[in-house]
């Protein structure tokens, strides 16, 4: 037979001889080492290249939005977007191009600081102590004695159209300035029936200087020492002015 026995240091040498290293260790970290993956690629970014972008990013929009020429999403619409307003056209309607007459702008006066108190029928409130507006005599009589109430304000008790009125105080509204003041007391004195004139922007600031002294609120004997029928200088007297789309009386005096 051609079978031959096989050399005993070739068959130790078939497999690993872990006898032959002394740590284990070492071989592991070896293997370890042959599989670690490639790092190409993977660095990171420089700093300075960092800088640089963020300073491409921050001058380019910078420069676009400088020189972009007024872009807006409507230059990409295909239908041309809204057609440009003309030269010298005026985008309000008719209503709002006219002026607020005085009347028109104390209502909205009247709206956002008094009407709270005496209502916008201008009624007032009994329980709470608010004394009517509507035909009081502070408002169709003369025009010093409600710019008084109305510039420093009112503390006490009141007697109005025959009722005792409590301890409600009002507050001065000298801080809203002469033109509002002048505004919301031409309303008040022409509405609800009333038939006080108007005041102007004048009277008021005039009215400001001569109470700088008086610091404080007025009381009901302060007022009931003023003449009802007395007028603020200057200041038109009469029935109260016609309220827009009305026509003034027959026989009314015109309104300068």
């Known amino acids: 037979m051609n079978e031959q026995t096989p050399d005993p240091a070739l068959r130790i040498r ?14 592991h970290a070896a293997i370890q080492r042959e599989k670690l993956e490639p790092r190409v690629g993977l660095e990171p970014l420089s700093m300075w290249l960092i800088v640089v972008y963020g300073l491409a990013v ?12 007024n872009f807006s999403g409507d230059g990409l619409d295909p239908l ?3 057609p440009p307003a003309k030269k010298g056209a005026s985008t309000q ?36 102590g608010y ?25 006490g ?11 409600a105080v009002m507050q001065p509204w000298e801080t809203l300035g002469d033109q509002k003041v002048a505004d919301v007391l031409t309303y008040v004195r022409s509405e609800w029936g009333n038939t006080g004139g108007p005041i102007t922007r004048e009277q008021i600031a005039a009215l400001r200087k001569e109470l700088a002294s ?9 007022i ?33």
Do not use: W
């Open 157 to 167: 008790p009141l007697t109005v159209k025959g009722q005792k009125f409590g301890s």
């Open 58 to 69: 921050f001058f380019g929009g910078a420069y676009l939005g400088r020189y972009s020429g």
């Open 224 to 256: 009931q020492a003023v003449p009802p029928d007395a007028e603020l200088p200057g200041g038109e007297q009469g029935t109260a002015p016609p309220k827009p789309g009305e026509q003034a009386k027959p026989g009314a005096p015109p309104k300068k």
């Open 14 to 27: 078939q497999g690993m001889d872990y006898g032959e290293h002394g740590d284990v260790q070492e071989v």
């Open 93 to 128: 309607g008719p209503e709002q191009q006219a002026e607020l007459s005085p009347h028109d702008r104390g209502k909205k006066v009247f709206n956002a600081n008094c009407a709270v108190c005496h209502q916008a029928t201008g009624l007032g409130s009994q329980s709470q």
């Open 131 to 155: 004394p009517p507006l509507a035909g009081s005599e502070y408002t169709s009589g003369g025009s010093r004695r409600n710019a008084m109430i109305v510039m420093k304000g009112l503390q």
């Open 80 to 82: 041309g977007g809204p």
């Open 214 to 222: 008086h610091p404080a609120s007025f009381t009901e004997p302060d």
